[in-house]
């Protein structure tokens, strides 16, 4: 399995910025995914981040609201903009192992928007 | 369109008890199912995963799974139930063809002493 880890873990903020998640891998992945989870709710993909192409965004997700960078193999970051307080939820990045099909999750970032 | 249902919301047994969480799929061809648990605050820990061959997959932490293609389920079991399995279990489904993983709503396990 691989070790995945995101910054910050938590982070509260208040409405019409933007935060930018950090997802760092410890080896080389070619699948990252992000989802998000909404309180109380499972998780939902955002989009797909495969190095060296732009992201494959989810229906009901849009590129302008969430940016998303894979500059390596071994990381991604995904930005929240201009932030509302239905933003509020965990997102979570998740890599493909060496098995294919197989996901890892980091720990999350708890986003709170006031 | 694959979906994955967890009937049971919450659950709560007692510590030792016998444990089971249902998870029901729908899916064309034979599916990639995966069981993950969330303890609080935390991110998903894949307990196990079923491709193919032996419908019984074992697990960590005492954990097993069983499919049944005729009931479209893969249900998780345990045994004994540990105080420290407290957590949320999430079933999920993944196609051959993709990687994208589809999860059920989840069941909350609550264990009394």
């Known amino acids: 399995s691989a070790v995945i880890s995101q910054k910050p873990s938590r982070d509260i903020c208040q409405r019409g910025t933007s935060l930018t998640i950090q997802c760092q891998v410890d080896s080389q992945v070619t699948m990252m995914f992000w989802y998000r989870q909404q309180p109380g709710q499972s998780l939902t993909l955002i989009a797909t981040a495969n190095q060296g192409s732009e992201a494959t965004y989810e229906s009901g997700f849009v590129i302008d609201k969430f940016p998303i960078s894979r500059p390596n193999l071994t990381f991604s970051t995904l930005t929240v903009s201009n932030m509302s307080p239905e933003d509020s939820s965990i997102y979570l990045c998740?890599?493909?192992?060496?098995?294919?099909?197989?996901?890892?999750f980091g720990a999350g970032t708890r986003l709170s928007v006031l | 369109a694959q979906s994955v249902t967890q009937p049971d919301i919450h659950i709560t047994v007692s510590e030792g008890a016998s444990l089971e969480l249902r998870c029901n799929y729908s899916y064309g061809a034979t599916p990639y199912l995966f069981w993950y648990v969330q303890s609080p605050g935390q991110g998903l820990q894949l307990l196990l995963k079923?491709?193919?061959?032996?419908?019984l997959v074992q697990g960590i932490k005492g954990f097993e799974a069983e499919f049944k293609r005729s009931q479209s389920s893969f249900n998780l079991r345990k045994p004994s139930v540990h105080w420290s399995d407290a957590a949320e279990y999430f079933c999920a489904v993944g196609a051959g063809n993709t990687d994208k993983l589809i999860f059920g709503t989840g069941t909350r396990l609550q264990v009394f002493p």
């Open positions: 998740s890599v493909e192992g060496l098995a294919k099909n197989i996901q890892y």
């Open positions: 079923y491709f193919s061959g032996d419908t």
